[in-house]
């Protein structure tokens, strides 16, 4: 609407309208803005072989189960391959063990030289020490029956 003013015309938009009051007002459209929904971990920012977690409105990156390393950028086993572990602990199942469990027979010890498991006969035993060691059985001396001439 208009009205003049000293022979000055002053013009206003009506209330809930909008735009140049010279020219042209209108309603304007309502648009309601949707919210911004936010998923920290969508894409994820977590390494190799880590997990994304969201916290809130953060990102938590954790290295999976059994796995070590910066989960950011990548998390690995503990080994893959024997000379990842110490020379006295063989890579079994990602993880370095000692390997003599299990391994010897009966009467036998297990010692580890360079990641593999030797095995050895206790004292007074022979045989496979992978399989078993037997005790070892001496015979005693044979006594000849022969009757020997000591004048001969």
Do not use: M, W
Request: charged share 20%.
């Amino acid at each position: 609407y208009c009205r003049v003013r000293n022979h000055v015309p002053i013009c206003v938009c009506n209330e809930r309208h909008v735009g140049d009051p010279f020219s042209r007002c209108y309603v304007p459209t309502t648009t309601t803005r949707r919210p911004e929904i936010i998923q920290p971990c969508n894409p994820s920012p977590c390494g190799i072989n880590a997990e994304c977690t969201a916290r809130g409105n953060a990102a938590s990156c954790k290295c999976i189960n059994d796995y070590t390393g910066n989960p950011y950028i990548e998390c690995k086993p503990e080994c893959v391959v024997n000379g990842e572990c110490p020379r006295h602990l063989a890579c079994v199942s990602q993880k370095c063990r000692d390997p003599c469990p299990g391994i010897c027979g009966a009467n036998a010890k297990c010692y580890v030289t360079n990641h593999l498991p030797v095995c050895k006969c206790d004292p007074g035993y022979t045989g496979d020490a992978f399989v078993a060691c037997q005790r070892i059985t001496t015979l005693p001396p044979r006594i000849s029956t022969e009757r020997v001439d000591p004048c001969s």
